[in-house]
């Protein structure tokens, strides 16, 4: 049974992965920005009979980062997995030449520094898990052999986020730390709104899949349904 920190846990892909996970036996900390939001998701869950437990964070406020790595340090001596889920899409589809400075600052406050400071502030948990994981979850609208137009703040943000994760990679490697990119496919949530051809399981499950599958010692990889994908 791992530790695993899910964040942006409430809903979506997020409370799918803390389902899809608890179902397997681990110990899973739903994280969520709201309380009200993340408890409602956890009773969600114990409605099915999966236990997991609930941490107040919000990836977008370092304030927020510090007292839940300080929170969680209390309740666990180790983490296993941290798994970077939460995030933003506030212009749908947008153009580069209309985007905001609000949309590319907001973005790339919650899409790729969060994710980032919260890896420091977990890194002694994380440290005493080893072999542990940070999975990223990125986006092919972040590949840059595939950018083109559309999606701006968004995709940029992936992008960054896509960079973090090979410094990420190759500064945690001696620690016997793996952090790879995963990317869930188009999925039918609120973010992927409805035309989406996945189903939120499925979506979960392209995630859940590096916990489960994926060996320890793969990391710096940009993940994706089939396997790896082009940066
Ligand atoms: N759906 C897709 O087609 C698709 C495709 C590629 C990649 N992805 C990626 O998959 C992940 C999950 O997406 P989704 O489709 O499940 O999106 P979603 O339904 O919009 O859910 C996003 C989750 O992130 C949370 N969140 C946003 N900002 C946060 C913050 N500052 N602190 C903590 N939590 C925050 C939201 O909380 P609130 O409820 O409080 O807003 C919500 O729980 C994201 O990283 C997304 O970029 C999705």
């Known amino acids: 049974m791992s530790n695993i920190l899910v964040t942006g846990g409430n809903k979506g892909i997020g409370l799918e992965i803390c389902r899809q996970l608890a179902r397997l036996g681990h110990h899973v900390i739903l994280s969520a920005r709201s309380e009200e939001r993340g408890r409602a998701a956890v ?70 520094i969060g994710p980032v400071l919260l890896t420091q502030a977990l890194l002694p948990l994380l440290k005493a898990g080893k072999p542990s994981r940070v999975i990223n979850v990125s986006s092919r609208l972040g590949s840059l052999h595939e950018m083109t137009d559309g999606w701006a703040g968004y995709g940029i943000s992936k992008a960054a986020l896509n960079a973090a994760t090979r410094k990420l990679a190759d500064a945690l490697q001696p620690h016997g730390i793996s952090v790879n990119v995963a990317s869930p496919g188009w ?21 859940v899949r590096l916990v489960t599958d994926v060996p320890h010692s793969l990391t710096n990889r940009y993940l994706e349904e089939k396997g790896e994908i082009p940066w």
């Open 43 to 112: 009773a969600i869950l114990a409605r099915e009979k999966l236990k997991v437990d609930f941490l107040l964070l919000d990836t977008a406020d370092e304030a927020s980062i510090r007292l839940a790595a300080k929170e969680l340090g209390q309740r666990i001596q180790a983490l296993h997995v941290l798994i970077n889920n939460a995030a933003i899409l506030p212009t749908w589809g947008g153009s580069i030449l209309e985007a905001t400075a609000a949309e590319l600052h907001d973005t790339f406050v919650t899409n790729t």
């Open 187 to 207: 999925v039918r949530t609120d973010m992927g709104g409805e035309s989406a051809p996945l189903p939120v399981e499925k979506g979960a499950q392209n995630i």
